[in-house]
Structure formats: C-alpha cells, structure tokens
C-alpha cells in the first residue's frame, strides 16, 4: 500500500475541518518554545510580623513565582498553615495566600489581589493569622499550596496541576523587595506596541492606554485575516504594578464582551480596569484565546510608562 496516497485524503479532511470551523487548532505534539528554567515552584517571603486587631498573631506575605512558567496558586483547599514555635505546632485557620486566580508571570511577583464585584473591589492582601499564639525566636509557618502552571485550557482547568509546601523563617523578615519584577527573565516582557499572534491568525494589538479618574483604559484592535468573522477573546485584562497588587478581578477571558471581527477586517474595543492613581511600573497580564477555541496564552505587556 502506498503510505503517501492514503495519507492524503486524511489531510485534506482535516485542512477542509479546519476551514468548516474557522479555527487553526495545532496538531498535538507541535509546542510551545521550551525553557531550560528549572521550576523551583513559588516562593514566599515574610514581609511583617505582627498583630491583628483582634490581637492573634498576623504574618505579611509576598509570593513569587519560580515555577519557570506562568502560573496561578492557592492555598491548598481544608489545610490551615502550621506554626512551629517553641517546639509546638499550632494550626493557623486565617489563610489568605493565592494569586486571585489569575495566572502571574515568571519571575514576578505580588502581596495581593483584588475580589469582590467590579462594582465594589475590595483589596485582599496575603497573609496569616494565627490565634491564641505568640511567635518566639526560631519560629515557622509551614503552608501547604497547589498550582497551575502554563496555558489555560477552559476544558481542562487543572492541567498541569502541582503541589508544593511554603516554609517562611519568621526571624527573616525581609522590608525591600520591588515589585512587580523579582527576578527579570529575559524576552518575557513585551513592549506594548507588540502585535500578538491570537487564534486563526488574528492579530491583537494594544492601540492606546488612558489614564481615567478611576483607573486605566485601554483601546484594542484584532485584525482577522481569515475568511470566516469570528471573535478573539481576551476578556478584562488586568494588571499589576509597583504596590504588587493585581488589579482586576478574575473571571474566564470569554464572559466579556468582545466584537465580531469580520474576515480580513478589523475592529476596534475597549476594556477598563481600576487601579489607584498612585499606582505607577504597571504590566498588563494579557491572556489571550490562543491556538484553539477557549485556550488562553499569557503576555506580560509593558505600559510602565503610564
């Protein structure tokens, strides 16, 4: 049988599935650039150790990302962090460590997000409370944490699933760390005139970025180079700065609105996201529907300049 002949029907099946769909989708076994960067998974660092309000022990934390690779993180689910202290473990129920389910760059890396409503976003900050207990000389919290790493594929959310285990020396209380760059990668950072390659070829681009009373607006454009209209979607992205918060809340790129593009044209939106006036070294986390419908490729776009 002659292998090339019978291949070729299957190719042309497959090209005319493509074109019916309007999305390129790349077949398996063809990836992304690999990275000679070990994952070291995430870091933390204790950044004050005090007292809440109600008078438990209260612990700053600053996490950064090691794992060579975008990633998002959480504290793993029913696991309080552990205290060691005088010989004695205590659980420690207050845990606030995480990323907001946003996915951060490598090498950056943050002291809190933002949750609650669009409407009304509240500032959440990483860190530990523990109650009842003091923290003596020699002290540690061990906190136990599961992360994503890669691409976000809508379908198959927890690939590339991880565990790791944060041990934070409470005597090393560390008061000048910069954010967002921990520690700089190179070609991670994309200027913000950069044209990324999106799905079927589209092609978006950060046309301006405004400051408003509120926070920042920016102006999108997705030229479709196809012959079929379709959507590339990139959701409200948000963005990070020199206070190592993440502005914007979470939510799949999809729910928001986005244009129809129509074939070989391009059109023109907007998104907004709030951030603090004095807020300034900012980095748009731009997730963008990639390579097949729902699969989001990050950029870590740089509008410092704003």
Request: one cysteine or more; a negative charge.
């Amino acid at each position: 049988m002659n292998v090339r002949k019978a291949l070729i029907p299957v190719l042309l099946a497959y090209m005319l599935f493509i074109y019916a769909c309007a999305y390129i989708i790349l077949p398996e076994g063809i990836e992304l650039e690999s990275t000679n960067a070990k994952n070291l998974g995430w870091s933390g660092f204790v950044t004050n150790v005090g007292k809440s309000e109600a008078g438990d022990l209260h612990v700053d934390i600053t996490i950064r990302n090691d794992t060579a690779d975008w990633s998002a993180m959480r504290a793993a689910d029913g696991r309080p962090a552990v205290l060691t202290s005088s010989g004695k473990s205590t659980n420690c129920d207050t845990v606030f460590l995480g990323t907001g389910g946003h996915r951060l760059a490598p090498g950056f890396q943050m002291r809190g997000y933002i949750t609650g409503t669009t409407a009304e976003p509240e500032t959440q900050l990483i860190y530990v409370e523990c109650s009842g207990v003091e923290a003596t000389a020699g002290s540690t919290i061990t906190i136990e944490y599961i992360y994503f790493s890669g691409e976000l594929d809508y379908y198959h959310q927890e690939n590339n699933k991880a565990t790791g285990t944060m041990e934070l020396n409470l005597d090393e209380v560390v008061t000048d760390l910069t954010y967002p760059v921990g520690e700089s990668i190179e070609g991670l950072i994309e200027p913000a005139d950069t044209k990324i390659t999106a799905i079927s070829d589209n092609v978006i681009s950060l046309l301006a970025t405004q400051r408003t009373d509120t926070g920042l607006e920016f102006t999108w454009q997705n030229y479709n180079p196809t012959e079929f209209p379709l959507k590339t979607h990139i959701g409200n992205p948000p963005v990070i700065g020199d206070d190592g918060i993440i502005y914007g809340i979470f939510e799949i790129m999809d729910l928001a609105s986005v244009p129809l593009t129509p074939a070989k044209a391009s059109v023109e939106w907007n998104t907004e996201v709030k951030v603090p006036q004095n807020v300034k070294g900012l980095y748009i986390l731009l997730s963008v529907e990639s390579k097949n419908m729902r699969n989001y490729v990050s950029h870590a776009v740089d509008i410092t300049d704003k």
